[in-house]
Structure formats: structure tokens, C-alpha cells
């Protein structure tokens, strides 16, 4: 589904634009449904050609694990994604977080990790549901350990905290209201919510994020959130940017 975003209610948005010639497109909260993802990336590469010039840079916003089953497979993909398309950017989200925390050795975030959806990235990696139950915490990390390649450790160990393009600015979770963008935390970045979503004052730019679920895609006066509930709801949401144009890209949900 690729639609434009017409609408009385857009008229009330801050005026906001891409640097000359450059064209994005942001995909939200993907947690491990590979499925999905590989339409909707299908979807932007038709959408993009179409469109004519450069190739556009692809943004991932974060939280491309866990809850979903095929983690792993989704990492691969951007992996790829990467090596074709170089200009690809990707955000760590709170659950790559916790993921590498968890890999990192870290008891107490390891037992987070198993309770926040954790547990089918831990299936992705093949390791069975009877084998899982039956371990402790130490054997499931030394399992982990033993499946999860290093390859993808180091790959979530380059995204970004935040990305700035023109009046745009990409966060995984938000920022906190009324705090410079050069002096945001990156735990909010990862982690804010109610305090974020509740304010309705101007930020320094228009804050394109995902992490907190809402049954279409969200266009308010100060941000844009993409989280659509990809992993339950079947809806994966895109948003491409060009000049001050925007348009929405989805999987059928």
C-alpha cells in the first residue's frame, strides 16, 4: 500500500523538508518479522526507482528483534541490505539493547531479555523450545554464545543513537521535551514514552520515531510514529521523505 498523505490535519504540521536531493525512507519497528520486511523493502525499491535519480538512503528506526520469529533472519537481511545499499542507517532500538547487555554477560538483563520477547530471537538462533526450557540462565548464555554470530554482535554494535536530516530527526523511542537535541540521553532515545508522547509543544525538528505502538501511523504538529505493531498486527509502516513531501509505505495489516 503506498499512500500520500493528504489531509486537512496535515496543513496544521510544521513546515519541514529533506536537504536538497536527498530522498529517505524511515521503516518502523520490524521485531523480527522477516516476512514483512522483505515486502515492504520490496515495496521502497519499486517506489524508489520509480521516483528516478540516486538511490534513497533507507532508515531503520530500531527494536528489529525479539517478539516475531525470525530475529536472526532479520538481521541477516539488513546485513545484505547493507552491503548493497551502503547508505543504509540503522538505530538501536531498546531491545537491541538489551539483547547485547544480555550478551555482554549480564545476568539481570538476560532475564529482561527472556520476558520482553527475547525468547523467539532465541528460538531464531535454533535453538529448540525444549532445549530453552530446560536450561538455566548460565546454559542459555552459553548456548547464546555458542549460536548467535559474531558477525551479528558486531553489526548492532554499529547502529546509531540519532540521525539528523535536514528538518528531520530519527530516534528510535523520542527525545526528551525541551532538552537541545546535542544533549539528549541515549536512554531516552531508547526508552522515553508518556512523557515524550504527551508533549505537544515544538521540538527542535520534527521527530520521526518508532517503539510505541499505535494502530496507524501517527502525524502530529512536532513528531511522525511508525510503529505499527508489525509483529501481531501484519502491518509494517514506511514513510518516505523528499523536499517537503511525505508518503507512507505499508504491508497490509
Known amino acids: ?18 536537504p536538497e536531493g536527498v530522498r529517505a525512507y524511515a521503516i518502523g519497528d520490524v521485531h523480527g518479522r522477516i516476512d514483512l520486511l522483505d ?5 521502497i525499491e519499486a517506489d524508489d526507482r520509480a ?20 530475529s536472526a533472519q532479520v538481521i541477516d537481511r539488513l546485513i545484505a541490505l547493507k552491503a548493497a545499499r551502503p547508505d543504509t542507517r540503522l538505530l538501536l532500538g531498546n531491545h537491541e539493547e538489551v539483547f ?16 520482553i520477547g527475547g525468547i523467539e530471537t532465541i528460538l531464531s538462533y535454533g535453538i529448540d523450545r525444549a532445549t530453552y526450557d530446560a536450561a538455566d540462565y548460565d ?20 547502529f546509531e543513537d540519532i540521525i539528523e536530516l535536514g528538518d528531520y530527526v530519527f530516534v528510535h523511542a523520542g527525545i526528551r ?8 540521553r541515549p536512554s531516552d532515545l531508547r526508552w522515553i514514552r508518556e512523557e515524550f ?57
Do not use: C
Open 197 to 253: 508522547l504527551r508533549f505537544k509543544g515544538p521540538h527542535e525538528k520534527m521527530v520521526v520515531h518508532g517503539h510505541s505502538i499505535a494502530a496507524e501511523v501517527e502525524q502530529l504538529p512536532n513528531r511522525i510514529g511508525l510503529d505499527t505493531g508489525a509483529y501481531s498486527t501484519g502491518k509494517l509502516s514506511a514513510m518516505g521523505f523528499e523536499g517537503s513531501e511525505r508518503w507512507l509505505i505499508q504491508t497490509g495489516g
Open 177 to 184: 521535551p525541551e532538552q537541545p537535541l546535542s544533549a539528549q
Open 100 to 115: 547485547l547487555k544480555a550478551m555482554d554477560g549480564d545476568r539481570q538483563t538476560l532475564r529482561l531479555f527472556t520476558r
Open 51 to 70: 521516483r528516478g535519480g540516486e538511490p534513497a538512503t533507507i532508515i531503520l528506526l530500531g527494536d528489529l528483534i525479539d517478539r516475531g520469529p525470525a
Open 1 to 18: 500500500m503506498i499512500a500520500k498523505l493528504f489531509s486537512r490535519r496535515q496543513a496544521t504540521l510544521r513546515a519541514t523538508a529533506m
Open 39 to 43: 515486502t515492504l523493502l520490496d515495496r
Open 139 to 158: 546454559e542459555l548464555l552459553a548456548m547464546m554464545r555458542e549460536r548467535v554470530p559474531p558477525a551479528h554482535i558486531d553489526f548492532l554494535n554499529g
